[in-house]
């Protein structure tokens, strides 16, 4: 298993990349520049090159497309790519699917817009750990939490498929008190009135202690093992992590870390139950951070910042008390997500993004959007690339775009009604199989600026 990553809408997470500064047109058939070459002579493979300058070249006589990219022979004479290299510029995209998304096979660049998706583990079931401060602060956070878990986070996860368990660590109670009280359908009461005792179901757990204002990572440590308040758990929240599950865990507080940081707090989890979060080459899980820091977009809470963002140090408004560096750091060494918690009215939004984002770290999907472009691009359905590279590493297999599921085969995709890319059955079988499979979806644009 790999190290978990948060990439693009994998599920996962998206990764947006500009165009390519000259596009080049035009389908493998020879439409640039060049005439393409013609033979007078025997040429075997009918791609315009005579067996015999082949031979002298390097190249296949007997097949038209050497380099097996999509483009003959002759044609890339006529475009001046290597017809006995199929990535003549070296920027991991073939020739030929660099002319299906119109970016230049001459040129190191990137497609408009990319999605990818890497495995981390493959149909597992996933225990999400919830980790809430009960601080004075926080009553406004907690509502927000409450309003939203079941509708905008539980049913998500649920509809996925993903066999899924929650453990709530905090204070049960009223919000009024800082506390926090879940109702039906995910535990196994209302609410109104707020009962003494939570009610545990399957898919919901209530391990009741209070967490402070600073005290989030050495609590969680803590009552691994130790009794809540109602002894409803007496050997821990441990008691209901399942054998070979991802964890994720989910931090909501207003302030920072004191006296432990991400790295002691990361080692100490690995030592205390690897059989759970794996180990420093294999972690088994992700830690997400809603805390004080500022919003990666003001205008759309949704945005996540990413592992690959550096530490933000602003703070959001009104309610931060600190922007939590330590509980960032620890969402960028897991690859987790990051959000501001100051306006509860978002969460919604929030909540389905950081259960796309658990979604997504569970396996590879078999069924992809449309990469999402910047600058007021759209991506272009007709310039769609799909590559799977095996084990993750290595050569990627370019995988073919089919008619629909009835013309589907080995290697290949559709588009279905709702203009989703598909991989076809026999290929998201040999995807779903492979434990490090990298699976990315790349697509050319429309829109200003594209030609």
């Known amino acids: 298993m790999q190290s978990p990553k948060l990439l693009t809408t994998l599920f996962l997470l998206s990764t947006i990349t500009a165009c390519g500064d000259s596009a080049v047109g ?35 006589p007997n097949n038209p497309d050497s380099d097996g990219d999509g483009i003959d022979d ?24 660099e002319i299906t998304l ?18 981390i583990a493959i149909n597992k079931p996933v225990d999400i750990i919830f980790a809430i401060d009960n601080s004075g602060s926080m ?33 049960h109670g009223n919000v009024n008190s800082q506390d926090i009280c879940i109702s039906t359908p995910l535990s196994g009461h209302s609410c109104s009135p707020i009962p003494a005792v939570p009610t545990q179901t399957e898919t919901y757990k209530h391990h009741s202690i209070g967490l402070g204002s600073h005290d ?16 409803l758990n007496p050997a821990g929240w441990s008691e209901h992590l399942r054998e070979g599950s991802f964890k994720v865990f989910i931090e909501f507080t207003d302030d920072s870390a004191r006296n432990m940081t991400a790295v002691e707090f990361n080692d100490a989890l690995l030592a ?30 949704s945005i996540a910042h990413l592992p690959t963002d550096p530490i933000e140090s602003g703070q959001c408004t009104p309610g931060s008390v600190n922007a939590g560096p330590e509980y960032q750091a620890l969402s960028v060494l897991t690859g987790g997500l990051r959000f501001p918690l100051c306006d509860p009215d978002n969460y919604d939004v929030i909540f389905q993004r950081v259960a796309q984002g658990v979604v997504e770290s569970v396996g590879v999907p078999c069924s992809f959007g449309l990469p999402v472009p910047m600058d007021g691009q759209e991506a272009d359905p007709a310039r769609v690339v799909v590559t799977y590279t095996p084990a993750g590493t290595g050569n990627s297999i370019s995988l073919n775009r089919v008619a629909d599921l009835a013309a589907c085969a080995s290697d290949s995709w559709y588009t279905d009604a709702a203009d989703d890319i598909v991989l076809c059955p026999d290929t998201c079988t040999t995807v779903e199989a492979d434990e490090a499979a990298l699976v990315k979806v790349l697509s050319g644009c429309t829109g200003p600026g594209v030609d």
Do not use: W
């Open 102 to 119: 119109g970016t230049d096979p001459l040129v190191a660049d990137t497609a408009c817009a990319q999605d990818e998706a890497e495995a």
């Open 74 to 97: 002759g044609d890339e004479i006529t475009r001046g790519t290597d017809p006995n290299n199929p990535d003549t510029d070296g920027d991991g995209i073939s020739d030929g699917d």
């Open 272 to 301: 205390l139950s690897p059989q759970h979060f794996g180990t420093a080459a294999e972690p088994n899980y992700v830690f997400h951070s809603v805390v004080g820091l500022a919003a990666k977009d003001a205008n759309d809470p």
């Open 139 to 171: 009553s406004g956070e907690i509502q927000g939490v409450q309003d939203n878990i079941s509708t905008n986070f539980a049913s998500i996860i649920g509809s996925s498929g993903i066999n899924y368990r929650i453990i709530m660590v905090a204070a």
């Open 26 to 60: 035009g389908n493998g058939d020879g439409d640039g520049g060049t005439p393409r070459p013609e033979c007078t002579d025997t040429d075997t493979d009918s791609d315009g090159i005579c067996d015999e300058e082949e031979i002298e070249n390097g190249t296949d």
């Open 216 to 231: 989030s990572f050495q609590k969680i440590l803590q009552s691994f093992n130790s009794a809540d308040q109602f002894d």
